[in-house]
Structures are given as C-alpha cells and as structure tokens.
C-alpha cells in the first residue's frame, strides 16, 4: 500500500510541470522546456517507474507467504 502512495506522491510534480508547459505553450508555440525542468521531470519519472516495478515484486512475495518478519 505504501508502494502506491509513494508513486501517488512522486507522480505530482511531473503532473504539475506537464500542466505548467501546457499553458506556456499555448501563450507562445515557440516556449521549449528549459533543460533543468527537463532533467527534474526526468528524475521523478525514473523514481516513479522504479517504485511502480516494486508493486509486483511485492504482490508476488505476498502471494507466497512471505511477511514482514518484525510483526512477531
């Protein structure tokens, strides 16, 4: 569960930006990405898919019966 939260959480700032360019686009056609918010975006996306690949992972011990071994 904690696994979709932190994808939840991460996937906002790229939404954020993805709408930002958006509207700067639309003002003027000629507006490109300045390569630092390329980079952050990049970023937050490389975390997002690494979390998003965790789930299965996850899903796929739980199938098995693995558990958290502290809950004893």
């Given at each position: 569960?904690a696994?979709?939260?932190?994808?939840?959480?991460?996937?906002?700032?790229?939404?954020?930006?993805?709408?930002?360019?958006?509207?700067?686009?639309?003002?003027?056609?000629?507006?490109?990405?300045?390569?630092?918010?390329?980079?952050?975006?990049?970023?937050?996306l490389?975390?997002?898919?690494?979390?998003?690949?965790?789930?299965?992972?996850?899903?796929?011990?739980?199938?098995?019966?693995?558990?958290?071994?502290?809950?004893?």
């Amino acid at each position: 569960m904690a696994l979709f939260v932190g994808v939840g959480l991460v996937s906002v700032a790229p939404t954020y930006l993805y709408m930002v360019w958006r509207r700067r686009v639309r003002a003027d056609p000629t507006f490109r990405p300045p390569a630092e918010e390329v980079a952050q975006l990049r970023q937050a996306l490389y975390v997002e898919a690494g979390l998003f690949a965790l789930i299965p992972l996850c899903a796929a011990a739980m199938a098995r019966g693995l558990r958290d071994v502290t809950s004893d």
